[in-house]
């Protein structure tokens, strides 16, 4: 190392030290929240390892450390230690606690015996415990010894077990061994992965259930496809809408060996199996009899879909491989657990690693507060009661000038316009002459829309929550939110997820209604993005 590569690394040192001596830091410990005041990157990026993001307002941030933020990182309960102690100093009951639920991963495993599986701990007591369980003991059939019983014969009986368990405390660890399928389907990758990328792909096949909660824009579904290459077997997509079969599919073909006779689909119009199959989770679900075959990888997209009634049946299908995928593994139900159990352990969940290495663009979120236009509709809000207050607020038409406005400022940039109601997208529509996509636009006509956009051919488009979820518009920009769903997290995140990309611009505006319900929604809406690290300012 030379003498000015030298000086150069005490200085960056230096200024890392004088950085972390304007931090200030506050930890309450019996509620476990950690408030910092003026941290650096660095500590933001390593408080994302050990805890999660409840809010932050200017540079202020406030920090939570759960029980799953224990679990679903990849750090050795050592190195959580030394980051804790490093950050927050010594608070040895806060470590106990840390160290005690680090340690209950190991209480519980589900192992292959046989023919069968077997539940087992390492401690008997802890067993005996989990035996007096309802919904434990019903999903058992017989007791082998002090320490492990055979789990009953049946697709859920499993999903049923690291739930109770995991609602009790206890991660178990999974480690059914189903049969590595003897079918090789010659699928080989005809793209080179990102180093990240081959990473994940690792991790996946070597824990065998993941859940992949990389920001949008980094390519997770390439990576799960780069998961298909490596298991090369029979392969299940899950998808929550029809839309996204021909993305898949498209992905599918442009990426690897596989051709389009290869891949068969499964939903309301066609219902074909083949080497790989993409369906939709309605059809799994409801009719899950032709799903039930040996699969060497079922793709859970979109997987906070899964703990829904519905939805959740596809959990029991078996694989010797799974893996979900989702930027906004986030439920306003808070059954973010229920993903954990059925599915598997988070990775790639640190966006600050994106971010900081230039993969994804981080977006700039402003929000916008703007009048009633009219006491008319102010009175019609306050005589309203219930959902229908949020829905006045929403199609508020003080809105349409300022996205008037925004049209004009980026009018040469790719942008979408979302909205939550027909009418008010149809008013959009015709007011600044843009297609306007939407759950009733026939299929045809709306995968065409979509392909002129992604062709160039049509700058701007309107769509309604069918574009919320996988849409795959690579060229956009700007997002301008006319309305959203409550204070929903995770269609925030979704909707910002569009213009996150590794190039060009990234710019969201989100426009509300002062002085009613949709002043506290979109500030919760954002929280998500906050958490991750995301600029979130708020015009007044």
Not at 229 to 250: C, E, G, N
Not at 439 to 454: N, S
Request: proline share 3%; charged share 35%; net charge negative.
């Amino acid at each position: 190392m030379t003498e000015i590569q030298e000086m150069s690394r005490q200085e960056l040192e230096q200024e890392l030290k004088q950085e972390r001596m304007s931090e200030e830091v506050v930890f309450f410990e019996a509620s476990r929240e950690i408030v910092l005041v003026d941290p650096s990157e660095e500590t933001l990026s390593e408080m994302s390892e050990i805890s999660h993001m409840e809010s932050s307002e200017g540079r202020n941030f406030k920090f939570e450390v759960r029980e799953m933020d224990i679990w679903n990182s990849s750090l050795s309960y050592e190195e959580m230690k030394e980051k804790y102690t490093r950050i927050l100093g010594s608070h040895p009951n806060f470590m106990e606690w840390a160290e005690r639920t680090y340690n209950k991963q190991e209480v519980f495993s589900i192992e292959h015996e046989g023919r069968y599986h077997v539940l087992e701990s390492d401690d008997e007591e802890r067993m005996e415990w989990a035996r007096s369980l309802d919904d434990v003991a019903e999903n058992l059939s017989v007791d082998l010894n002090e320490t492990k019983s055979r789990i009953a014969m049946g697709s859920k009986s499993r999903a049923d077990i690291k739930e109770a368990l995991l609602k009790k405390g206890y991660p178990v660890e999974d480690n059914s061994r189903f049969r590595e399928s003897d079918k090789n389907i010659g699928c080989d990758l005809t793209i080179d992965l990102r180093d990240y990328q081959e990473e994940y792909v690792a991790e996946a096949h070597d824990r065998k259930a993941a859940v992949l909660a990389n920001p949008s824009g980094s390519g997770k579904t390439v990576t799960s496809i780069g998961l298909m290459a490596k298991v090369d077997s029979p392969t299940l997509v899950l998808v929550p809408q029809r839309s996204l079969i021909s993305q898949w599919k498209r992905e599918i073909t442009d990426k690897t060996t596989l051709t389009e006779d290869q891949i068969g689909e499964y939903h309301g119009g066609e219902k074909e199996m083949k080497d790989i199959t993409i369906a939709t989770y309605h059809m799994a679900g409801d009719k899950t009899g032709p799903f039930r075959k040996e699969w060497g990888l079922i793709i859970f997209d979109e997987v906070h879909h899964i703990p829904s009634k519905l939805f959740r049946k596809t959990a029991s299908l078996q694989s010797t491989r799974r893996i979900g995928l989702s930027a906004s593994p986030v439920r306003e139900d808070s059954k973010e657990r229920e993903i954990f159990a059925l599915i598997g352990r988070e990775i790639g969940g640190d966006w600050a690693r994106f971010f900081d290495q230039d993969y994804v663009l981080k977006p700039d979120v402003d929000i916008h507060f703007v009048d009633w236009e009219s006491d008319y509709h102010r009175m019609k809000y306050q005589k309203a009661s219930g959902f229908e207050k949020a829905i006045i607020a929403s199609k508020n038409p003080a809105k349409m000038p300022m996205i008037g406005e925004f049209l004009e400022e980026y009018e040469d940039s790719k942008t979408i316009v979302f909205c939550d109601w027909i009418e008010q997208g149809e008013k959009l529509a015709e007011e600044f002459d843009l297609p306007f996509i939407n759950g009733e636009t026939d299929y045809d006509e709306r995968e065409e829309y979509f392909e002129r956009y992604r062709e160039g051919e049509i700058d701007t488009v309107i769509v309604s929550r069918i574009g919320d979820e996988g849409l795959d518009l690579p060229d956009a920009e700007v997002g301008i939110v006319a309305s959203g769903q409550g204070g929903s997290r995770r269609q925030a995140t979704q909707r910002a997820g569009r213009v996150m990309r590794p190039f060009g611009d990234a710019q969201v505006h989100m426009i509300a209604t002062r002085g009613s319900n949709e002043e506290d929604f979109v500030k919760r809406q954002v929280e998500h993005l906050k958490e991750k690290g995301v600029p979130v300012r708020i015009h007044d």
